[in-house]
Nanobody, 121 residues
Framework: QVQLVESGGCLVQPGGSLRFSCAAS????????MGWYRQAPEKQRELVAK???????NYADSVKGRFTISRDNAKNTVYLQMNSLKAEDTAVYYC???????????????WGQGTQVTVSS
């Protein structure tokens, strides 16, 4: 079993900042990609940012220049620094880890429980 433990979300004012963390633990042999997705009410889940092996990073256009993703491989932890938050960033944020549970096994996608971020004055 693999567990993803996310830090809690909160209510923040527009222009504010938040920092998320997500730690993967349990039976996982290797991690390929760590990232964050979000889902706003009545919208589909969308990629926010992801970081792959070799520190290849992708951001959604809507967060470029405002959000920064990073990872600590020794701790199997991914971070998301969110600055200049906007009302449209309001959503449930989900941590995602793609990794192999065992040596030579195919990769599997694991999801965190989700954490609510509300940007409002």
């Amino acid at each position: 079993q693999v567990q993803l433990v996310e830090s809690g979300g909160c209510l923040v004012q527009p222009g504010g900042s938040l920092r998320f963390s997500c730690a993967a633990s349990g039976c996982i042999f290797s991690i390929n990609v760590m990232g964050w997705y979000r889902q706003a009410p009545e919208k589909q889940r969308e990629l926010v940012a992801k970081i792959a092996s070799g520190d290849r990073i992708n951001y959604a256009d809507s967060v470029k220049g405002r959000f920064t993703i990073s990872r600590d491989n020794a701790k199997n932890t991914v971070y998301l620094q969110m600055n200049s938050l906007k009302a449209e960033d309001t959503a449930v944020y989900y941590c995602n880890v793609v990794g192999a549970p065992q040596y030579r096994s195919p990769p599997y996608s694991y999801w965190g429980q989700g954490t609510q971020v509300t940007v409002s004055s």
